[in-house]
């Protein structure tokens, strides 16, 4: 590989990482402005259930990109607010899985508008074509990364 192209890995990189922080800034803000009483992360734990129940801890907080004790305390607000329980697995007894509550699904429905706003923001400009392309080129870089 040469210099140009570590430098366009950088770039390519750097561009992921200010979406991430950017989407972050931007979905907070509009919270704030909301009344729904979670922060963002949390609302990013109730749509990772809702895609994915039954995960345990480690798998969600791979999935949320933070550590166990981050995870375990995002969990346990959840539970205080009725939105998230633990259902010992069938397979170990010693491992939870996590599942939402009736009033955590209906909650998702009134967060529906907001995620949906914050992606209106995020796509402003973009055409489907564009959309589909940089999916397929981070789904691929994903795929990657979970191989090694």
């Known amino acids: 590989m040469n210099d140009k192209d570590e430098a366009l890995e950088a770039t390519v990189f750097k561009s992921i990482g200010r979406c991430f922080m950017g989407l972050k800034r931007c979905g907070s803000r509009l ?29 969600l907080a791979e999935k949320c990109n933070r550590d166990k004790t981050t ?8 539970e205080k607010r009725n939105l998230v329980v633990k259902v010992p697995s069938r397979t170990d007894a010693r491992r ?24 209106k923001i995020a796509m402003k400009g973009l055409d489907a074509d564009d959309v589909k392309r940089a999916q397929d080129v981070l789904d691929r870089m994903a795929s990657n990364l979970e191989e090694q």
Do not use: C, N, W
Request: charged fraction near 30%; avoid cysteine.
């Open 31 to 59: 919270l704030s402005q909301k009344s729904f009483d979670l922060s963002f992360e949390q609302i990013m734990v109730l749509f990772i259930l809702k895609d994915e129940e039954g995960l345990h801890l480690a798998q």
């Open 71 to 78: 995870a375990t305390r995002m969990i346990e607000g959840l």
């Open 96 to 119: 939870k899985l996590l599942y939402l509550t009736h009033l955590a699904k209906e909650k998702l429905k009134d967060l529906a508008p907001f995620a949906a706003e914050v992606e």
